[in-house]
């Protein structure tokens, strides 16, 4: 894309800092194992997941990354998790699904009264809990839609799958989870923060130019289908997918 139409794109259209989709979940949870398993099955789902394992680091790392939901237990090594709750629901901005062995209906009262949107009794099997977050992202006000269309690339946010001119298209997990930023802000350009925020968790090893390389696999992989609409750089600032694309 020639630097003048970059620059157009610059000048014209609204860069998409704080009004994004969120796919970053806060995990409370001090067992492992399950920490693990829950981290893992959130990840294969598209969401980047930030793990902590005490009361104290939740309200801690919740004051320093904007989540879109927390998963929370309530049995952590330093604070119950109903003390917890109010100081990560951030005035009933961010939804939290209590994960907990407490299977009692005073347990289960407790916590939808104390202001969870979701409350999941351990043992849960992950497509379950995979499917209870993505049920608490579309209640009224969020944009969580599981199909995603720009002319002739669709992406399924559910299955992670995406195509073109109904061919299927090969990406990893990071592009994908780059393609739905740029195509839930279509006609507005994507931050580099924006992206690295939504894409990767605390825990992740990034280089310097990580982003940029999942940015050139996307486009190596929509490439291979004609048709595909094309990701405008915008030197210094980001990327987005214009609104002709669609047309």
């Known amino acids: 894309m020639p630097s003048t139409v970059a620059s157009h794109y610059a000048a014209t ?6 009004d994004h989709f969120k796919m970053r979940v806060l995990l409370v ?16 789902a598209g969401f980047t997941v930030d793990h902590v394992g005490t009361a104290e680091d939740a309200r801690e790392i919740a004051r320093l990354a904007d989540y879109a939901l927390v ?26 699904i209590v994960l907990t062995a407490r299977d009692q209906l005073t347990d289960r009262l407790a916590g939808l009264d104390g202001g969870a ?10 497509p379950e809990l995979v ?3 993505r049920a608490v992202l ?19 946010t559910a299955a992670r799958s995406v195509t073109v001119n109904d061919t299927p298209v090969t990406l990893g997990r990071r592009e994908v989870a780059v ?34 390389a ?17 990701i405008v750089t915008v030197r210094g600032i980001g990327w987005m997918l214009p609104r002709e694309a669609t047309s």
Not at 13 to 18: E, G, H, Q, T, W
Not at 81 to 92: E, T, V
């Open 131 to 133: 499917a209870r977050c």
């Open 71 to 96: 998963l929370l237990d309530l049995g952590l090594p330093d604070d119950d998790g109903l003390r917890l709750l109010p100081d990560l629901r951030r005035d009933g901005r961010v939804p939290v």
């Open 214 to 230: 999942a940015v050139s696999r996307l486009r190596r992989g929509l490439e291979t289908v004609q048709g595909t609409p094309p």
């Open 13 to 18: 259209v609204p860069i998409c800092l704080k």
């Open 117 to 126: 949107d979701d409350y999941v009794v351990k043992p849960v099997e992950m």
């Open 29 to 44: 949870e001090d067992h492992m194992p399950l920490a693990d398993a829950v981290k893992d099955a959130l990840q294969r």
């Open 179 to 212: 393609l739905e930023q740029l195509m839930r802000a279509t006609g507005r350009v994507v931050a580099r923060r924006v992206l690295e925020e939504a894409i990767y968790g605390f825990d992740d090893e990034v280089s310097p130019n990580a982003l940029d």
């Open 138 to 156: 579309r209640r009224p006000g969020d944009r969580s839609d599981r199909l995603l269309r720009i002319g002739v690339l669709e992406l399924d």
